[in-house]
């Protein structure tokens, strides 16, 4: 699925790193919990948190996880869009729970990592 | 190489930053992407350990050719038992930890899956020293 269509699907905009538009992303993760997010070993993976802090950002580093994006209006400061984009995560914001936003993924075809 | 850092215990806006400065030396010097994944995910969790459950810690890194040796000592409250620890889901952490998406019990579980040697030793009241060690 493309970044694109995720940010039409859940109503999101891009606030980072704006050239990953067109990517792929072949399956998403819905938590809040950074410590399960660390279990994880899934390449083109998108996150879907309403877990908004610098260490979301530092989760995404290190299990490579270049997509976030934050649910229930969460906005990103500024220290966490300067770290993304240090490290070339996007990220982007919707209004829609985390459950709306994985159930329209999901039915648009968005895979669940397990 | 050497490589040393400190941890100051309840800063959360530190908690990661060794992890990042390893990532990208081990980057630098090639070495395979998924074992680079596997040590700094296990770093990670080690430091945001520390910084939930310690006052202040310190990291020792050495990189060999074939390994890198990760030693993490802090001054805290020690460890009462290492087995219930282990336990996936078993968590003493506070409740600011847990606003921040840890302390669900993951964490050490998370460091032995991510490293090849895994040795914590304890003293309860006093210190904790986790070593870890990554084979490239």
């Known amino acids: 699925m493309k970044i694109s269509e995720v940010c039409e699907l859940l109503e999101a905009k891009i606030i980072c790193d704006t050239k990953q538009d067109h990517t792929l992303?072949?399956?998403?993760?819905?938590?809040d919990l950074m410590s399960d997010v660390l279990t994880l070993d899934t390449d083109h993976l998108l996150l879907i948190t309403g877990m908004c802090n610098l260490q979301t950002i530092r989760t995404a580093e290190m299990a490579e996880?270049?997509?976030?994006?934050?649910?229930?209006?969460?906005?990103?400061?500024?220290?966490?869009i300067a770290l993304a984009t240090?490290?070339?995560?996007?990220?982007m914001e919707s209004p829609y729970t985390m459950f709306k936003a994985s159930g329209l993924l999901f039915s648009a075809g968005l895979k669940p990592v397990y | 190489m050497e490589l040393n850092f400190s941890?100051?215990?309840?800063?959360?806006?530190?908690?990661?930053?060794?992890s990042s400065r390893v990532k990208a030396v081990l980057k630098q010097l090639g070495v395979n992407t998924k074992c680079i994944k596997?040590?700094?995910?296990?770093?990670?969790?080690?430091?945001?350990?520390?910084?939930?459950?310690?006052?202040?810690?310190?990291?020792?890194?050495?990189?060999?050719?074939d390994k890198i040796r990760i030693v993490i000592t802090d001054e805290g409250p020690g460890i009462p038992d290492i087995g219930?620890?282990?336990?996936?889901?078993?968590?003493?952490?506070s409740k600011k930890v847990r606003e921040m998406g840890f302390g669900a019990g993951m964490g050490l579980p998370n460091m032995k899956k991510n490293t090849d040697e895994l040795n914590i030793?304890?003293?309860?009241?006093?210190?904790?020293?986790?070593?870890?060690?990554?084979?490239?």
């Open chain 2, 38 to 65: 596997s040590i700094v995910i296990a770093l990670y969790e080690a430091e945001v350990n520390v910084v939930a459950h310690a006052y202040k810690g310190w990291i020792n890194i050495q990189i060999d050719k």
């Open chain 1, 86 to 91: 240090e490290h070339g995560i996007c990220l």
């Open chain 2, 84 to 93: 219930k620890a282990m336990e996936e889901g078993f968590s003493t952490a």
């Open chain 2, 121 to 136: 030793e304890t003293v309860v009241g006093e210190s904790t020293t986790v070593t870890m060690v990554n084979y490239f």
């Open chain 2, 7 to 18: 941890i100051e215990g309840g800063d959360f806006t530190q908690a990661g930053q060794a």
């Open chain 1, 25 to 31: 992303v072949e399956k998403g993760y819905s938590s």
């Open chain 1, 65 to 80: 996880v270049r997509y976030v994006v934050f649910v229930r209006n969460k906005k990103a400061t500024k220290e966490m």
